[in-house]
């Protein structure tokens, strides 16, 4: 496995392995490597020849208040897990290798951007866009693997590949989680054991919500009602059936339920992809 910090080192050396016509995934982290980052990994390495990971913080996508200086940088340990998976190329660029000083950056677009996610943390959209299209400009990519546990960055990267004309295949990963059913996610770590039980409220809700829905309950407003009165001891910033341009809908079929609950001042996204379970068949 090769570990490269410079744009130009990556560029070289992915053409230098990227002979005729192989295949090339790439999977781009923020690095404290978990289980949810590993199935994407996997993936690629199932379907392409060559797999890149790229390991960066990107201060862009953080607001002033937010966790930039705190956020786990395992380095050593995120190293050997991409080595036992088998990783070809991994990018582990500094802030400075990355953005120049007053650089151009990518606006998200103005409504899907800006609701949810995008509306209580202003400007992270164009951050996450913005060091996308950077690296994928590098890796020039073949497929391209996200999960769908960040619903809203998977939908508005889908965009950006649609809208700029990239000819790059995006990968929507399912959602993995922990034995205890909380999402997988690298702030995860800043939780107590209290607080993690608390947080397990929104996956049991989500789960009782398929359940109903397998049991042909197709109200939307009544789901989210039901659900909600299990969500009373912890805050919970958004719960919305919304389809996938972000408008918030009350058809269900093609929706994607989208929820944060905030315990211990750590934000926690989960959702459920309801069109998964129409088209798994597991839904009558
Ligand atoms: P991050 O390092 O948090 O920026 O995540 C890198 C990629 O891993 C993103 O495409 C995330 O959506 C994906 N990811 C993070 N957590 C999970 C999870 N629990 N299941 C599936 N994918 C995940």
């Known amino acids: 496995m090769l570990v490269v910090k ?6 070289s050396t992915l053409k230098r392995l990227k002979t005729g016509s192989k295949t090339l995934g790439f999977t781009p982290t923020m690095g404290a490597l978990h289980l949810g980052h590993e199935s994407l990994i996997r993936q690629s390495k199932k379907d392409n020849d060559i797999s890149v990971v790229s390991i960066f913080v990107n201060p862009t996508q953080f607001l002033p208040h937010e966790d930039l200086s705190k956020y ?3 380095i050593e340990s995120d190293l050997k897990i991409c080595e036992s998976l088998g990783v070809d190329v991994v990018f582990l660029p500094s802030v400075e290798e990355m953005y120049e000083k007053d650089s151009i950056k990518v606006s998200a677009p103005k409504f899907m951007g800006y609701v949810f996610e995008g509306f209580l943390r202003p400007g992270h959209f164009d951050g996450v866009l913005s060091i996308v299209l950077k690296f994928f400009n590098l890796v020039l990519p073949t497929n391209a693997y996200f999960g769908k546990k960040d619903a809203q960055q998977l939908l508005m990267i889908e ?10 295949n995006v990968v929507g990963m399912p959602l993995i989680r922990d034995k205890d059913n909380l999402a997988f996610s690298s702030r995860n770590v800043y939780l107590s054991n209290e607080g993690r ?8 809700a989500l ?8 049991n042909g309950i197709k109200d939307v407003s009544l789901l989210k009602k039901e659900a909600l009165k299990s969500l009373w001891d912890v805050e919970v910033e958004y719960f919305e059936f919304v389809d996938r341009e972000l408008h918030i809908t009350t058809k269900l079929e093609d929706s994607i339920l989208i929820a944060v609950i905030r315990v211990e001042n750590i934000r926690l996204l989960d959702n459920l992809w309801i ?3 129409v088209h798994e068949g597991k839904c009558i």
């Open 197 to 204: 039980k608390k947080a397990l409220c929104l996956s049991s």
């Open 159 to 168: 965009k950006m590949v649609k809208d700029l004309n990239l000819s790059i």
């Open 6 to 11: 410079s744009k130009h080192e990556l560029v």
């Open 207 to 214: 789960f009782s919500i398929e359940d109903k829905i397998k």
């Open 72 to 74: 786990p940088r395992p």
């Open 275 to 277: 069109s998964d379970i």
